[in-house]
């Protein structure tokens, strides 16, 4: 029998008191006033999904090589938010695996990152997190199209030989897991608009989960239509490559110029509107140029995001 209302209640406050206190989380959060309201006759479901809509409309109107990366990292985090799901499942069909075997490949292959997230933060500096990201994808592919051919089943010798290469390409993997995550975070903080950083991250996450469920639907697929799963598994590599097939086209030096330009127009204009510029009729009327340009791009990245008739 559930214990009555009232008692649920008591019991969450307690919880949330010892947290609390313990934790003292409550603290690092202020208190601050709603940036916007919901219009009337949406609920926040709706608002939430609205926002999103008129935010991609927008970036691809007005910073076009931001749009890219968010495409590229949807399709490329779908693997890689995926892998794991696909390689259980293939090293269990393919190899028949135990749980120690499985676990030892994710362990090798999550120890592995770590040194190589730390390296890629050198190889960013030599050849630039754009770059670095490109590469890691590229590694990816070529690291995950190889490794069927080597791990896979069939008579004994050949599972027994696949059982052997697990390890190895499990720390293969591990140096693409390390070098992919932090060369994608930094390229696109690199790249967001001045003003708009909290909801850009907050899309760069959902973009990165929206479609995780596809590839393994792609290796389901293709499992049943070529009955070999380790052809399956290839469909991790059809995601990669989509993902930095968008990322080659995009030119992270206009992209940049196009951040630096923008924040400069942004500090000119607070600097003419404090009284800290000269009155002048040049300065006056490059002001004006400079806080049209700021409005149009602000207005781009409000609310209707440039997009009035976005949808649901």
Known sequence: CPPPRAVSYSFTWCESEWMERTFGWKSA?????????????????????????????????EFPHVFKFLVGFMLSESSMGAFATIAVTYLKKELDADGMVINTTILILLVVSLPAAVLGRYAMDKWSPHRMMCGSTLY??????????????GNDKTRAFGQMMVPVFAFLWGIGFGLYYPA????????IPPGSETELMGLFYFVGKVLSWMPPVVFVILNNVTGQSWVGIWA???FYMMGLGLWCMMDMTEARNMIANLTDAKKK????MSGD?????????ASSLETGQ??????????KGGCPDAEL
């Open 29 to 61: 959060f202020r208190n601050r006033e709603r940036l916007k309201e919901i219009p009337e006759g949406h609920t926040l479901l709706q608002t939430g999904f609205r926002q999103i809509a008129s935010r991609i409309c927008s970036l691809y109107t």
């Open 140 to 153: 990816m592919v070529v690291v995950t199209f190889v490794a069927p051919l080597f791990i896979r089943g």
């Open 184 to 191: 994608t975070s930094a390229t696109y903080v690199s790249i």
């Open 236 to 238: 991790l590599v059809i």
């Open 269 to 272: 204009v607070a600097s003419a």
């Open 277 to 285: 510029t000269a009155t002048s009729g040049t300065a006056t009327s």
């Open 294 to 303: 700021v409005q149009r791009l602000d207005t781009a990245m409000t609310t």
